[in-house]
């Protein structure tokens, strides 16, 4: 995107109830929308207290937060530290300008930087235009690998 006005920064507490709003767009374009419970306060307390859980970067184009990813530290015992995209998104509006290619090249470059073993994240497999975008950075989308999980609430 050829836009002075557009900025890719860390996210500060104050973006996180935009980037709630965000993450909600995204649990309901993944038709998950009856899942979400996280909050605005927990994603503060969970981003920015005395342990923070992960860290946020925001796409902001004339000061409106239009897009975000969220990653952390994880740990592999064949890797060693990786890191792990969580949530990327770009505001339904504001796709197909480059933003999120510009989100996601700043989190591979983080990963590159920190020297980890691992970039990874997850895509439904029904997901075609992420897949898609995936594919264009020859993303191993593995197949054989089944993802497991027990939610608490």
Avoid at 18 to 43: F, S
Avoid at 48 to 65: H, S, T, W
Wanted: a negative charge; one cysteine or more.
């Amino acid at each position: 995107m050829q836009n002075q006005d557009l900025t890719i920064r860390d996210a500060t507490p104050a973006d996180m109830t935009t980037v709630h709003a965000l993450i909600m767009e995204l649990a309901v374009y993944e038709k998950a929308a009856d899942q979400m419970t996280n909050t605005v306060d927990q994603l503060i307390k969970d981003g920015f207290g005395d342990k923070a859980l992960f860290e946020c970067i925001v796409a902001e184009l004339e000061k409106e937060v239009i897009g975000f990813a969220l990653y952390y530290t994880s740990y592999s015992t064949w890797k060693g530290e990786c890191l792990y995209l969580e949530d990327f998104l770009v505001t339904e509006s504001m796709r197909g300008k480059g933003i999120g290619k510009l989100l996601f090249d700043k989190v591979f470059q983080i990963a590159k930087g920190k020297n980890v073993g691992r970039f990874e994240w997850q895509v439904l497999d029904w997901n075609e235009p992420a897949i898609n975008f995936y594919k264009k950075y020859n993303a191993n989308l593995d197949p054989e690998w089944l993802n497991g999980k027990i939610i608490f609430n």
